[in-house]
């Protein structure tokens, strides 16, 4: 069964609707699947580095750590003019807010060895790809990271994506250090097994990322609107 969606999937106002409550679901699941890679306590992935790092030194919770990050990335995307999506914006919240409340209810205590600490870091891995292919089955906008990323390579010339995004995910996590989040063997796994583990996901659903057509907010905005594009 091919999962692929369409941009015309949003042109009507039910629609939007219906692929909003899908992104939220699908993000919050997601949220679950952070929580476990950081519960397995062998070190964070980049940007969850980054965001315990702010929550250790500023007192807060994960969350809005990640919020706020979320929030500056998106504030960014938006400056660089980059296609922007109603998703985008649940993205910013949820994920961080979902940990959050994962961490309150306490479903799974933190590994206390490299042993335990890999499996359930792989797992975290796994329902995040799976959650990312519901999420960007949407239509309507990539996470504002991925935006980032994809902006900043339009604007590197020559240099290939790998190495911004390496750039961009060693940034991060020198920041997240220095402010105290935990770096590990989880970190590199995170780092190198992303995006393998997400491809592995897509292909098993028969998901290509690269044919969905995400609708931009204003586009939502005029069916919403009930005006006709120009």
């Not at 039910?14 to 699908?26: K, P, T």
């Not at 961009?168 to 583990?197: E, M």
């Not at 491809?199 to 995400?214: E, N, R, Y």
Request: net charge positive; aromatic share 8%; proline share 4%.
């Amino acid at each position: 069964m091919n999962f692929n969606r369409r941009f015309q999937d949003n042109r009507t106002f039910g629609e939007i609707v219906r692929n909003m409550l899908l992104a939220a679901v699908s993000l919050f699941i997601n949220g679950f699947g952070v929580y476990l890679t950081i519960q397995a306590n062998i070190g964070a992935g980049p940007w969850d580095v980054l965001n315990l790092g702010l929550s250790h030194s500023l007192g807060i919770l994960y969350g809005t750590a990640s919020v706020a990050v979320s929030y500056s990335i998106l504030g960014i995307d938006i400056l660089l003019k980059e296609p922007i999506g109603i998703a985008m914006f649940i993205d910013a919240f949820v994920v961080g807010k979902s940990v959050d409340l994962f961490n309150h209810l306490n479903l799974v205590p933190a590994c206390d060895s490299v042993k335990t600490g890999i499996p359930v870091m792989i797992i975290g891995l796994i329902i995040m790809a799976y959650t990312q292919f519901m999420y960007m089955s949407a239509s309507l906008g990539c996470g504002p990271r991925d935006t980032l990323l994809v902006a900043l390579v339009k604007r590197a010339g020559r240099i290939p994506l790998g190495a911004v995004s390496i750039a961009l995910l060693s940034l991060a996590t020198l920041i997240g250090y220095l402010l105290g989040g935990p770096v590990g063997i989880g970190t590199l796994i995170c780092a190198f097994g992303t995006g393998p583990i997400m491809q592995m996901a897509f292909g098993s659903v028969h998901f290509d990322a690269a044919h969905v057509h995400h609708q931009r907010l204003q586009e939502s905005l005029r069916v919403v609107m009930h005006r006709p594009a120009a």
